[in-house]
């Protein structure tokens, strides 16, 4: 009988033939050819019928069968098959049904490779001749990866860090290097919420979670990449989604004189540990019941995970100090914390505290090592450079207990880095802001002396020090006499009067409707009294007053009435301003001040001084930006490579005009097929570059710090002003001071962490891509993969090398970073 024949009474007719192939007569007995087909209803299920392909999951497979009235059948063998190499039966795969009609068989799914779900269709048979019974059913079973989840968040405040580039991924062969193509590698961003979820291939693994993040250092943004993890168990049912390791990461800066920070210097963070500590006092434990100390890496950056939710620690960070004598090292090491601040009170010594608050949350932090005292006047509270401090170990119960012999000079490790004088010991001198600063042995007690010429001498008391670097501050004073003030000469006639007026900001990137902090600073700069001045700030269009420090408002015109001003006497005016909502992706403003005084004599003097700040909006479409900077032939972008003048002209060629100039060439090096003679045109033409005294251009020299700043401010459009102060030690008679502290002034650029500029010094492509970007308001720009061999993502510079050299569109995250969408054509030669 046919496989489909429908249930029910059935009869069957036949002929017979002869062996001569002649028919024979119907049988009589027709009655014995009548047959019942008995009902059959089989039916399949899967539970789950959707569950992870990881090459471990299982799921039942129930077949149940039913005659025709609905009643179970018991003992009829139901075979499962299903496609190969699409999972396996484990155990048998046939089973007889019970006296429910049920019979199962267990199935494991297959290891799947990929993020994307996988279905395959099962089938369950009965094929009982004996009692005429047939039934066929299906199921699709569905497999799909496992999830991990997690949400960035940044401060003790949990912020969440919207639109972040978060990178996933797994060694798949297990060689330990991690490769496009081989191993897995996925990139999502976070949402408004900092939260993060996307599927992995395969369970029982632990992934690495990755996110850069731009950290400004030195006053420029440099990308710091930090880690947690995700550990995929193996798994046991559908739809499985794992939380990231809950984990506390961050980074230690180190706070240089100039109140810049500085990435800590790698023998320094090599011997730092990070320390947690609960509310009861228990320190985070490791698997041997030792107080765990996680590490400090590259960048001063460090991870500790497996913390518990809703907890608050207090993080330390301790250093290894090798102890010195007066011979030098001694063998011996001891450990002291330095991430202390300074308490509400002046014995009380703060540390941060973190918490976690969600699963799966990576929360970064930022902590500052700040190891300065200060030497002051005690009269008129400026700082003393160049006063002799010297350390001493003090004559107290503690150090005669362990030893040490009172009164005498206390030797120390030098530690590269550590500013202002690498931890130099007994001996130190203030530096220009007046800063000494000693790492010191801990549970030690210690005295120190302040000299310098002029000043009366100074011996503190006793500083015991527990575990805790020590601050002290100094005031010296002058001898005492008869009169501390003089009279004001009158001026003569042949005084020249002479002021200087600067503005800074405190950032030059700014979202709509933020506050920002202007700081107007002014100077005297004659040696005559000045008998009135005004300093008028004009801001933009749309602009709001938020705070105000003695000055009149009109309309967009802020304005100080300074009165008498005594020689070479200066002063600081703060200004909070609130920026408008745009009607635009972005604008640039500009900030102009106007300082006017006058003297007895009615003479007078005008000093002026600018800001360029740009405003962003993410209200709006995407940002376009095209690239600026080519690479080499060879497909390298050569970063440590001088740029040379030609390359620098093209650069501010390109970004200013893209039509070729007919203009003939004037310098007698630059023939007319040279690659970059119209941009060469061009850049001259803007007034960006002169040639030399003798005609020429010299395309392939090298550009120094100097000329790079020299350039910008010229493409800029900044007004460039006279320094009152100079900030940089080796800019106060250069050539070029007055644009380099301009630039800096405007939060375009910083210098090193010795606090010069080294403006003579060539820079290199790397380094002038990120000035560049800085000063145009772009980048880094994140999210897109390595455009050269010889860039790869944990490079410095990598994020503005990639928004220089790819025309590209982009969305602005709240740090003001660049998140790539995609790349755009260009006609850029």
Known sequence: MPMNTSAGLHEVRFEAYNGAGELLPPELRLEDNRFKVVGTDLTMSASPDTLVGDGTSTTVLTAVLKDGDGKPVEGVTVVFDAPSGQGQFLGASTGVTDETGRASVTFQAPNISGVHNQQVTVTATVDDAFRSLYGQDDITITFQPAMIRGVITEGADHAPVANAVIRVTLDLNGDGVIEEGVDFIEIVMTDEHGAYALPVPQGDATYQVEFTQDVMIGGVRTPVTYTQKAQVDKVAGASEVFDSEKTVTGIVLFKN????????????????????????????????????????????????????????????????????????????????????????????????????????????????????????????????EDADVVLYYANTARNLANGIQPNTQVYLPPITGFAPNDNGSPAQKTDANGFYAYMVYPETDYYLTV??????????????????????????????????????????????????????????????????????????????????????????????????????????????????????????????????QLNEQERTYDVKGIFTASDSRNESVQAEAGLKVQI????????????????????????????????????????????????????????????????????????????????????????????LATVMTRFLKLTVSEPGEVHFSDMDSHWAAYAVETLYRNKFLAGYADGSFKPNQSINRAEAVTLINRMLFRGPLQGLTPQFPDIPELHWAFGDIQEATVSHESVRNSDGSEAWIKNLMDDVK
């Not at 400090?296 to 809703?310: E, I, K, P, R, Y």
């Not at 100080?560 to 703060?574: E, P």
């Not at 962003?616 to 080499?632: A, C, D, P, V, W």
């Not at 061009?682 to 040639?691: D, L």
């Open 616 to 707: 962003f909006s993410k209200r709006y479409e995407n940002l376009q930006h095209q690239r600026y900077i080519l690479g080499y032939p060879d497909g390298e972008f050569k970063p440590n490579r001088s740029l040379t003048r030609a390359e620098l002209a093209a650069i501010v060629a390109r970004l200013s005009e893209h039509a070729a100039v007919s203009d003939p060439l004037t310098y007698t090096d630059v023939e007319s097929d040279y690659w970059a003679a119209s941009y060469i045109k061009i850049a001259s033409k803007q007034g960006y570059f002169t040639g030399f005294a003798d005609g020429s251009f010299r395309p392939d020299s090298v550009v120094t710090r100097g000329e």
């Open 257 to 384: 004189p100039d109140g810049q920070t500085s990435l800590l210097d790698s023998s320094l963070a090599g011997k730092m540990t990070v320390y947690l500590q609960d509310e009861q006092g228990n320190y985070v434990l490791d698997d041997h019941g030792r107080k765990k100390a996680f590490e400090v890496g590259t960048q001063g950056v460090f991870s500790a995970d497996g913390l518990v939710s809703n907890q608050k620690y207090r993080m330390e960070i301790g250093y290894q100090m090798e102890v010195y004598d007066e011979n030098g090292p001694t063998g011996e090491y001891r450990e002291i914390l330095i991430n202390g601040k300074r308490g509400p009170s002046s014995s009380g010594v703060v540390y941060p505290e973190i918490e976690l608050t969600k699963d799966g949350e990576l929360n970064i932090v930022q902590d500052l090592v700040d190891p300065y005292g200060t030497v002051t006047d005690g009269r008129t509270n400026s700082v003393i």
């Open 451 to 580: 000299r310098k010429s002029g000043y009366r001498a100074y011996t503190s008391p006793t500083i015991p020090v527990n575990w805790d670097i020590v601050r002290h501050d100094v005031k010296l004073y002058r001898p005492s006499v008869s009169s501390e003030e003089s009279a004001v000469p009158a001026p003569s006639s042949q005084t020249k009067l002479a002021a200087t007026l600067n503005l800074s900001i405190d950032k030059n990137l700014a979202e709509e409707g933020t506050v920002s902090e202007i700081t107007v600073n002014y100077k005297n700069d004659a040696s005559v009294p000045l008998s009135s001045g005004t300093i008028a700030l004009t801001l933009p269009e749309g602009v709001e007053v938020v705070e105000k420090t003695g000055a009149a408002v009109n309309g967009s015109v802020v304005t100080w009435n300074l009165g008498t001003l005594s020689a070479h006497k200066s002063g600081q005016f703060k200004l909070a301003v609130k920026w408008p």
